[in-house]
T-cell receptor, first 111, second 115 residues
Framework: KNEVEQSPQNLTAQEGEFITINCSYS?????LHWLQQHPGGGIVSLFM???GKKKHGRLIATINIQEKHSSLHITASHPRDSAVYIC?????????????FGKGTLLTVNP | DGGITQSPKYLFRKEGQNVTLSCEQN?????MYWYRQDPGQGLRLIYY???????QKGDIAEGYSVSREKKESFPLTVTSAQKNPTAFYLC??????????????FGSGTRLTVV
C-alpha cells in the first residue's frame, strides 16, 4: 500500500462547481504539500500545511493530523484549474529531507 | 524573478549514451533535489544535495550520477546503466534541508526519451 493515497484519480467537473480532492497518508508527518502540475509538466507549490486550514483565492486546503487526512477544495471551478493536483508529505523524524508523493488527481473542468 | 531553470525541456538520446540534464537555481537555496516521474506513479527521489560538494542517494539512484560544484547548479547524468531512462525529470530546491517550514520550489522539468 502506498504511503500517500489520493482520491479520486480522475475528476471531471463543469465550470462553477465546487471541487474536493482527498489525500490520506499512513506515516507521521511534519508537513503536507499540495502541488499543481500543468500539462507542460512544471510543478507549482500551492500550499504547505502542518495543521488547520489555509486559503488562497478560490483554493482551500485543510488537514486533520489525527485522522491523517487532507483535502484540497476549489470553489467556483474554472477551466484554467484543469491540471494534475499532487499531495506530498514530509515525514517527521530521520527522513524529513524528502517528500513522499501521491500519484496525483487529474482534474478537468469543462466550460 | 528567482526560480529554477531546467534545460532542455525535451531530450532524445540513443540507447547506451550518457546524457546530462541541467538544473540551475538563483534562489540562493542550500538544498537541491532530483525527482523522476513515471506515468501513473508518484515522483520518486533520485539524489539530493544539502550543500556544495556533498550529495546523497535517494530511493532510485542506480544508473544516475550528480555533482554539486556550485551552489546554483545540480546537474544529473543519466548513464547507460539506467535500465529505463525514459521519464520526466524534475529538479527542486529548498532553502535548507530538514527544516519543516521551508517550502519547495520546482523546475519545469525535462522529458527524456531514449530510443
Amino acid at each position: 500500500k502506498n504511503e500517500v493515497e489520493q482520491s479520486p484519480q480522475n475528476l471531471t467537473a463543469q465550470e462553477g462547481e465546487f471541487i474536493t480532492i482527498n489525500c490520506s497518508y499512513s506515516v507521521g508527518i511534519s508537513a503536507l504539500h499540495w502541488l499543481q502540475q500543468h500539462p507542460g509538466g512544471g510543478i507549482v507549490s500551492l500550499f504547505m500545511l502542518s495543521s488547520g486550514k489555509k486559503k488562497h483565492g478560490r483554493l482551500i486546503a485543510t488537514i486533520n493530523i489525527q485522522e491523517k487526512h487532507s483535502s484540497l477544495h476549489i470553489t467556483a471551478s474554472h477551466p484554467r484549474d484543469s491540471a494534475v493536483y499532487i499531495c506530498a508529505v514530509r515525514r517527521s523524524g530521520g527522513s524529513n529531507y524528502k517528500l513522499t508523493f501521491g500519484k496525483g488527481t487529474l482534474l478537468t473542468v469543462n466550460p | 524573478d528567482g526560480g529554477i531553470t531546467q534545460s532542455p525541456k525535451y531530450l532524445f538520446r540513443k540507447e547506451g549514451q550518457n546524457v546530462t540534464l541541467s538544473c540551475e537555481q538563483n534562489l540562493n537555496h542550500d538544498a537541491m533535489y532530483w525527482y523522476r516521474q513515471d506515468p501513473g506513479q508518484g515522483l520518486r527521489l533520485i539524489y539530493y544535495s544539502q550543500i556544495v560538494n556533498d550529495f546523497q542517494k535517494g530511493d532510485i539512484a542506480e544508473g544516475y550520477s550528480v555533482s554539486r560544484e556550485k551552489k546554483e547548479s545540480f546537474p544529473l547524468t543519466v548513464t547507460s546503466a539506467q535500465k529505463n531512462p525514459t521519464a520526466f525529470y524534475l529538479c527542486a530546491s529548498t532553502p535548507r534541508t530538514g527544516v519543516n517550514r521551508d517550502g519547495y520550489t520546482f523546475g519545469s522539468g525535462t522529458r527524456l526519451t531514449v530510443v
